[in-house]
């Protein structure tokens, strides 16, 4: 490979993608912050173990997957896989679990060693909300209730659905999990080399083969509510009900498990048929015993990532073309200096206005080329006869509008009324 070419499954954003980055990011946070979530900013490096114990050893994140290391001292450490492992860490060695209700967001690179396809990168970014202390059903609604209404705010709603599951608790998970496995063992010859694997050591992943013969075994495993408790039980019934009442639509999917050792009773997915195999555009879940199991004390969690690659590409495929934004570019065949000064003065009475001057110089004409080039809507022109009447000419380059003279002190007025 060149040394010259990024890492295969690690990509550039480049100028003419990165508004669309930067618009959705707004959006996401602006909602986090209408919902009182804090944001939470995490290294991208950890002491591996803070994965191995949340995630679990075996499941095809710390098998496979992982970004690991040893540094000059010795100790190993990881590329994060994921964002709530290094959440709960810092949450704890910071001491932010008093009082309960603590809400926290962050955003920004994960990094998987998978075999790069559309929709799954090395080096991919997420979205993510967490909330520590409260058992209630009820802050699993919100947090579904929050992301719905993102969805529709982005103009996407009808393209995702969601799926829900109850994990229930740990008691529950395990009786099930050996229900699983007496009834798989009949056919273990039967499936895909992947799902034999997992058959002892995480026997709920089989459940996501996308082999045909597999998931037609699959399709007749027992069901998990069969071995959910009363307390889990009576958790996933409030959900449901307060679900209805939001008018929030949804399915329950038995086969919903979710890949990480360490969910419990919710688990939830937005999914979308628009983006091929990769359809999950957002997931999550319970994980009560995750902080206890990392060394805090023992409170509940619930949490949910979404995959900003993702969501921006069934964006593009709803139509979403984020709008440049407004913008002016001075031109002239006058001292860059004088055009400099000038927009200096337009930036400072409209700041929301993005200014551009050109600073080749050369012909008018190239000028004008290059500022509709660079998205602006105004060329404001200033020549020899403009900057003596110390006018500007300003020029529409997005209408049939006639151009016109305005007065360099009318200027950010004149361009604000438009």
Known sequence: MSPRQSIRGMHDILPDQSGAWRRLEAKV????????FKEIRVPIVEHT?????AIGQSTDVVEKEMY????????SLSLRP???AAVVRSVIQHGLLNPPGLKVWYQGPMFRHERPQRGRQRQFHQFGAEVFGLETPSIDAELIAMVERLWRELGVAEHIRLEINSLGDPEDRRQYRQQLIDYLEPFESQLDADSQRRMQSNPLRIFDSKVAQTQAIMANAPRFDTCLGDDARAHFRSL?????????????????VRGLDYYCRTVFEWVTDDLGAQGTVCAGGRYDGLVGMAGGKDVPGIGFAMGAERLLALLALCGDTPEPP?????VGGVERATLMTAAEALRDALPDLAVGVDLPGGSLKSQLKRADRAGARWALIIGEQELADGTVLVKDLRSDQ??????RADLAQYLASQ
Request: glycine share 8%; hydrophobic share 35%; net charge negative.
């Open 29 to 36: 946070a602006q909602l986090f912050d209408r919902y009182q």
């Open 49 to 53: 173990e803070v994965f191995t114990q």
């Open 68 to 75: 690991s290391f040893s540094d000059r001292n010795g100790d």
């Open 82 to 84: 994921e964002g709530t």
């Open 240 to 256: 449901t009900e307060t679900l209805d009442a939001l008018g929030i639509q949804y399915t329950i999917n038995p086969g919903l």
């Open 326 to 330: 407004v913008a002016a570019y001075f």
């Open 402 to 407: 006639p151009q016109r003279h305005v007065s």
